[in-house]
């Protein structure tokens, strides 16, 4: 079973603190994801990684920065944290196909971010 | 671009009912897959199916059925005798846009809820 954890379910920050959100797969998966999920705009692409060390800016960058040093590790930096980044944060890995087209996501259960 | 529409924000059913969740989509691409993805109140997103464009055979899995059809570009999910349990939120998605970088992203519907009451 493909399994993807995150490091906490729940985290209460301060406003301007330095928030780490770490991602761990275990399926040797190429593909990492990070998406937000707010109430009536379902779920938004941050930034994915298709490599170590390789990154792509999604939907809603801003604000974010992501680090890839491992293959199994995809860690999502918020510099400078506000209150509008008070979300739900999700991580997915994936593999590949031939076609370079993402294959079936396997979600990790969720941080829950309220920033004060 | 892609697209996923999933136009029924919310569902409610009472138990036993059968529900079809509408996913319709867009795309250039020949070559795609479309996915169901179910989120219970926990939280994670859990895999439900995948389908291959050059494959539109519809799918039963127990009380689930997915029918796909490219002529219309809809991929809908149907739950037959619904149960409580069902009550979650129901993702379809499309794989993939073409991001700037080479890589494809995919593509996610909004969602729909699904509340099956007792």
């Known amino acids: 079973d493909v399994k993807v954890t995150q490091s906490s379910r729940y985290l209460v920050k301060r406003t301007g603190e330095k928030v780490f959100l770490e991602c761990v797969q275990d399926?040797?998966?190429?593909?990492m994801f990070w998406y937000r999920q707010d109430p009536g705009l379902g779920l938004r692409l941050i930034y994915f990684s298709y490599d170590v060390k390789m990154k792509e800016k999604g939907d809603i960058p801003e604000g974010y920065s992501v680090s890839r040093e491992k293959k199994e590790r995809f860690s999502l930096i918020l510099e400078s944290a506000s209150t509008n980044q008070t979300s739900m944060y999700l991580c997915?890995?994936?593999?590949?196909?031939?076609?370079?087209?993402?294959?079936?996501?396997?979600f990790g259960p969720g941080t829950r971010l309220t920033v004060l | 671009a892609q697209k996923v529409t999933q136009a029924q924000t919310e569902i409610s059913v009472v138990e036993k009912e059968d529900v079809t969740l509408d996913c319709v989509y867009e795309?250039?691409?020949?070559?795609?897959?479309l996915f169901w993805y179910k989120q219970p109140p926990s939280g994670e997103l859990v895999f439900l199916i995948r389908?291959?464009?050059?494959?539109?055979q519809n799918e039963i899995s127990g009380r689930y059925s997915w029918n796909f059809q490219k002529s219309t570009s809809s991929f809908n999910f149907t739950i037959t005798a619904s149960q409580v349990v069902d009550s979650a939120v129901y993702f379809c998605a499309l794989s993939g846009t073409l991001a700037s970088g080479g890589s494809y992203i995919p593509t996610f519907g909004r969602g729909t809820s699904l509340i099956v009451h007792p």
């Open positions: 389908r291959n464009s050059f494959d539109e």
């Open positions: 795309t250039r691409d020949t070559t795609y897959y």
């Open positions: 997915a890995s994936s593999l590949s196909t031939a076609s370079g087209r993402t294959d079936t996501q396997y």
């Open positions: 399926m040797d998966h190429e593909n």
